[in-house]
């Protein structure tokens, strides 16, 4: 599975807008309104690189109201909740 987040600008006034309608894309699992540089990021997971590229190039960055994106792609996730599995299991 390959993870990515999708950082946006948008048009003034769309955050909303934009936010519920990214959620409807297949492959998009999560989106944020944040503060600094960018307006949204969007989490990806895709099985495959074309696919993802498909996602940003095509139904993110071409949409009404997304002025540019810039996309990260994940080498590998930490998360507290994942180590706590692994506690739980007897794993060191």
């Known amino acids: 599975m390959i993870t990515a987040l999708v950082l946006m600008n948008v048009e003034p006034g769309r955050v909303k807008e934009l936010a519920e309608d990214l959620l409807a894309i297949e492959g998009v699992t999560e989106v944020y309104s944040v503060a600094g540089p960018y307006d949204l990021v969007a989490v990806a997971r895709v099985r495959e690189h074309e696919a993802l590229s498909d996602l ?21 996730a930490f998360s507290k909740r994942d180590l706590g599995v692994l506690w739980d299991i007897g794993v060191d």
Do not use: H, N, W, Y
């Open 56 to 76: 940003v190039t095509d139904l993110i960055g071409s949409r009404d109201g997304v002025i540019s994106t810039e996309t990260l792609i994940a080498f590998r």
